[in-house]
């Protein structure tokens, strides 16, 4: 018994075990990559190297006198004592690596496990970035840089958190760096403003800042929050001259003038209509020669201001029309006609 616990553990045991088991993780690599050789077939071949230096070591081992300390030595140090040791402990560590993989290769249980841990962190991944890029439109800039940075910060203070100070904070520092000449800009520095200041301090503001960067869309919006529509007139014949290519100083849906209806004459009225008129067509043609983000940093908030516009134009065109018919003379005419028409017919029926 002394003899084989020395064939099993020698003094270099340590060595054994180290190559053994790299033998071993060997095989489980092998089994791996290799598709013709199973975890199985392996441990079958690991098996019979063993069993067949076992049988080599143990015929010499009970075949020396114990009580000969160099004869012992002898057989343990042999060749075949060796591989059988070899054989012993690389089966014993591919056993064990198939335990770990659960019958199959241990690199290969891993592997998985890791492709299965990188396909949940690539998707992880993905969703994160998805939802990054579906709150991007909600997000602070922390660093703006362009005005469209500004305006996307004070956009979100005004209309997302509800806070104007910020808002106006935000929106003035866009104005104080570019010049952005744009409608939704414009406005939205009226309504910031609108609820931290006062609306007279504000216009004059805005009509100060219009002259000093030469955007008119500040004159347009403080148009709309000047005291009376007189006073917004003026600012809209200054913008006019500041740039007359701007659609809005022409027409602004938001200061429809009401219509003067009494204390003039009919010639008055068609006059007053063709001016009118001829001002939603200027609009017209120069709101269709730029796209809408032109004139919007975000258009699809606006509506639809051609469809508007052209509605408006059809119908003051069947308004100037009509008063042109009363103007000249030809409504009576008209009128006239039908009304003897009507007394010829009544007399023939009677």
């Known amino acids: 018994m002394v003899l084989i616990k020395r064939i099993l553990w020698p003094a270099r045991a340590s060595l054994f075990a180290l190559i053994g088991g790299a033998v071993g993780l060997f095989g489980d690599l092998v089994s791996f990559f290799a598709e013709f050789l199973s975890a199985g077939m392996l441990v079958l071949i690991f098996a019979g190297i063993t069993v067949a230096a076992a049988l080599l070591c143990l015929q010499r081992a009970f075949m020396v006198n114990e009580g000969d300390p160099a004869a012992v030595e002898e057989v343990v140090q042999c060749a075949p004592c060796d591989a059988f040791r ?28 890791l492709g299965l841990i990188q396909s949940d ?8 970035s998805d939802l990054h890029e579906m709150a991007q ?4 800039i922390k660093r703006p840089a362009s005005a469209a940075d500004h305006f996307n910060n004070a956009w979100l203070y005004h209309t997302m958190q509800r806070n104007p100070a910020k808002a106006r904070e935000e929106i ?14 414009a406005q939205l520095y009226l309504d910031a403003g609108s609820a931290v200041t006062g609306r007279a301090q ?25 005291e009376s529509f007189q006073a917004g007139d003026i600012m809209i014949a200054e913008a ?8 809005f100083v022409w027409w602004d849906m938001q200061r429809i003038k009401p219509p003067r209806i009494s204390g003039i004459t009919p010639a008055e009225r068609l006059k007053l209509l063709r001016v009118e008129l001829a001002d939603i067509e200027k609009f017209r043609s120069l709101y269709r020669a730029h796209p ?30 009509t008063f042109d018919d009363m103007v000249s003379g030809r409504l009576s005419e008209r009128t006239r ?14």
Do not use: C, W
């Open 86 to 113: 070899f054989g012993l402990f690389a089966t014993a560590a591919f056993v064990l690596l198939m335990l770990i993989g659960q019958g199959q290769s241990a690199t290969e249980t891993v592997g998985r496990q």
């Open 172 to 185: 003035r520092a866009l104005y104080a760096r570019h010049t952005p000449r744009k409608m939704d800009a």
């Open 202 to 226: 504000l216009v004059e503001e805005m009509q100060a800042l219009a002259r000093k960067t030469g955007d008119a869309t500040l004159l347009v919006a403080a148009a709309r929050g000047a």
């Open 137 to 140: 439109p909600h997000m602070i």
């Open 240 to 247: 006019r001259r500041m740039d007359p290519e701007l659609p």
């Open 121 to 128: 962190v690539t998707a992880i991944r993905s969703d994160v």
């Open 337 to 350: 006609a039908e009304a003897r028409k009507a007394y010829e017919e009544a007399m023939r029926n009677r």
């Open 292 to 321: 809408p983000t032109h004139f919007f940093f975000i258009p699809q908030y606006q509506g639809d201001l051609e469809s508007l516009a052209r509605q408006t134009s059809e119908s003051l065109s069947q308004s100037v029309a």
